[in-house]
């Protein structure tokens, strides 16, 4: 177990996360693909130089570890851009899709999905996954510096409550594998800028330092949009010390593949 996650492998492809139930999803290890050095070798990055061949049949073989029935052309990567917009799928009807593909390839950085059968897959190398999920639906984000200083994990929470008319209390959130607060080191700049806005980080500055703790940004930006801090998890995992097992863009000096955070609903595919 990592945190309440469980990390299974299935067809040679392990993820940490919710394999079972309406909604599944999990954070990708770097094993089990087909890729080549410097991707080796569960590669999910379409942007990073790999074969776009090896690309794909990585995300196929992620599909089917996940137990997703819905063909490969049905998966939803968004261009991420570092920025704060949300994407929304409640309509699984073909044209409404291509919509959603046009928005997301222009750029997202968080998808909330409210229908079955429509995987969704982000991807990373240090940045921080959050998965969040209410009752049958859920929301996949993805949290670099410039995401959570725009607190987008709190923005696709609220997205998701208004999405299936709930209470935002009623949601879960999983913090999966990035770089950590005691590995991170930003500018006095940047550190500055943090603790102007997330108590979190303000007495790490006042003392001077530069070791930037995304995930409690993340937390603390959760916990004011309304979710209750006790459904708030940390998976733990440190892509830098556990480069074995994650892409780290830093470890790995800007050139390596990335990893994702997948998640569907289950019930009729497309």
Known sequence: MEGTLKRETRQGVTLVGELAGSVRFGFTERTGGMSEPPFTSLNLGGHVGDDPAAVAENRRRVLAALGVDAPLGALLVPNQVHGDHVALVDDASPAALARVRDEIAAGADAIVCSVPGVPVLLCFADCVPVILTL???????????????????????????????????????????????????????????????????????????????????????????????????????????????????????????????????????L
């Open 135 to 269: 009752g049958d639906a859920f929301a996949v984000v993805h949290s670099g510096w410039k995401g959570t200083r725009a607190r987008i994990s709190a923005k696709a929470a609220r997205v998701l409550a208004e999405t299936v008319g709930k209470d935002i209390a009623g949601i879960r959130a999983w913090i999966g594998p990035h770089i950590r607060g005691d590995e991170y080191e930003v500018s006095p700049e940047l550190m500055a800028d943090f603790a102007a806005t997330f108590d979190a980080v303000r007495p790490a500055a006042a003392a001077g330092s530069r070791l930037l703790d995304l995930a409690a940004c993340i937390r603390e930006a959760l916990t004011e949009a309304g979710v209750p801090g006790g459904s708030i998890r940390d998976a733990g995992l440190s892509t830098l010390r556990d480069n074995d097992r994650f892409f780290s863009y830093r470890a790995e000096h800007g050139r390596c593949g990335r990893h994702g955070a997948v998640a569907v609903i289950t019930g009729r595919a």
